[in-house]
């Protein structure tokens, strides 16, 4: 599987904040054609049974939880409760259609016999040498070891799945930017979430709220829409926050391959090339996407460097076959990854820095613009002022539980 490399300074920059390292994606607008087939399967229906097992992990007083957050501002102010921790691991269908077994973390407030509402926490970016940063690990390195836990503690039942390609499923590939996978692996974790509340007597209201940034965003936003389009009788959205995802695949494509100047997340981009031409059953070699001698070396070492400039690394062709809008199968790869053009219902709040050159604003504006044009009125765009992709993590943090809060 080809993969991105991402420098480890970047990668660990912002796990307390569930930042997350990166989505990346991209996309060319192109010509009407039937786009292939999504080979992941449509949401399983409610009836069938979904959580497979359950363990406790740990309970957690309150003072270790402000203490995970000691460095953040405020942040330890939010702890109200204990938690309990759990790993999940439940059933759900692979890009494939065939079903597995796949993982998350379930964080569970311990706060007496009131109703609590869930939370659906997607993460950010996790390289798969990475892989105990995964939610189900609950490890120091991880999003929901510090920040979500602490978001729990102020009283969710936070949901945090793995995605395919981490923990239980950690021996398949993960679809990485795959707007289908991520929202049916995320809604499947609810679905097991909600059977493991049943049968431990964890009382539920009707309350359902999304959160994630970076391929959290990307993954927040997928989730959003299926849950009001597919699965509306089971959830109901109640408020949803995502940050810095890319929405827009198909102008983040001429946006790469048009760039003259340095792109810092290339190596990245390569992973989602890789995801594409793998799930939707195109199969070109390395050769056809890169130049030499790149295409070699990363064929032989995927984690190795790549070059910054779009030129360089990636093949004429390839390029000229986006940006001439000729290359139907890709195309239409990216256009069934486009998520940003449809009509949310529920109240959703759009956050991205302004200088984000990791995953450009425009995929937010982009987003908040074909939303409300088609009606949406409770779609908010919410821009963090001079923030790039990694320093806009902590304003994302505080805002986005300020919105959601409102909906409590």
Known sequence: MLLSHLPNSLARVTFLLWAGIGTIVGTGCAK?????????????PAAETHLVSSTLIGEYPASVLAGRVATIPLAGALVRYPIRVYRLTYTTRNTDGNTITASGALLVPEAGAQPLPL??????TIRPDDEDRAPSYYSASSEVWSAVSVLAS???????????????????PHPYEHAAS?????????????????????PLNQKNFLLGYSEGGFATLALH?????????????????????AYHKSVFADYILRADKPLSFLSTYVWVLDTYNRVYGINRGFAYYFNQPWATQLQANPFGPV??????????????????????????AFRANDIHDWQPKAPLALFHGTA???????????A?????????????????????????????TLQAYAFLAQYY
Do not use: C
């Open 182 to 202: 991520l929202a049916s692996a995320s809604l499947d974790m609810l679905r097991a979430t909600r059977e493991f509340a049943a049968k431990e007597k964890l």
């Open 368 to 396: 908040y613009n074909a939303m409300r044009a088609r009606g949406a009125t409770q779609v908010e765009l919410r821009p963090i002022a001079g923030g790039n992709h990694f320093t806009s993590a902590t304003t994302y």
């Open 154 to 172: 102020t009283g969710y039942i936070v949901s945090a799945p793995d995605y395919i390609g981490y923990g239980a499923s950690k021996a398949l």
């Open 32 to 44: 009407e054609t039937a786009a292939p087939q999504p080979t992941v399967a449509a949401p399983t």
């Open 225 to 245: 829409k299926l849950l009001e389009e597919k699965a509306a009788a089971e959830f109901t959205v109640t408020a949803s926050a995502p940050g810095a995802g």
């Open 119 to 124: 939370l659906s926490y997607q993460h950010g």
């Open 307 to 332: 070059p910054e400039l779009s030129a360089e690394l990636f093949a004429a062709a390839f390029r000229q076959g986006v940006l001439g809008k000729t290359d139907q199968p890709l195309l239409s």
């Open 356 to 366: 984000d050159d990791y995953v450009p604003f425009f995929n937010s504006q982009d």
